[in-house]
């Protein structure tokens, strides 16, 4: 099975990307966000547990987090490939995720990393604030907090993967098609 990390801020175009690798691919599609917001509406217990942190624009904990992703990856053993958007987000995270695919006898193939500037990703979540609906793309304070947890905490997992020669960098400011096209070459390449 392919293991693909989908990884940038907030606003990189992950969900954009991940679709268009879905319809080539076949992938099964992972998004902790939007896992987290259907447990949230569905009042669940994690989703209950969740909320007070993504409402206020942080992560939620490892633990959870981490508790959560065991649960998805089982969802789908038969898949070709399995495309993890929004995780890992912290250097734990992807620890873990090495441990529970080793114990599959599976590893991440490819992590795509989509280079965006932080000017862009604010104009941007901005601009989806008008229709996604998201409570967190309301507020500038909120936006500025995701902001900051991505510089903070995530971006360190882009050396841990970069020590593996696993990473591969894309320019995410351009036309959605071209960016994809240079997503399938690396794809392509690895599969
Ligand atoms: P975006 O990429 O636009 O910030 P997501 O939908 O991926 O949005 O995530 C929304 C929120 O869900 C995050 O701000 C965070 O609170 C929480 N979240 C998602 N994935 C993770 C993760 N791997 N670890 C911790 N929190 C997460």
Redesign the pocket.
Known sequence: MFYLVVFGP??AG?GTQSDKIIEKYGFAHI????V??ANMQEKTELGIL?QD??NK????PDAL?IDMLIKEVAKFPDAKGVIL??????VP?AEALDQILAGENQKVDLVLQLDVTEKEVRDRIEQRAKVSGRE?DQKAAIVER?IG?YFSKTIHVLPYYQQQNKVVSLNGIGDIDQIFDQISSAIDARI
Request: hydrophobic share 20%.
């Open positions: 907030p606003g992950k998004s902790t966000g939007d987290f917001r969740a942190y993504i624009g942080e992560l939620v987090t958007d929004g995780f890992p987000r912290t995270q967190d995701r947890e």
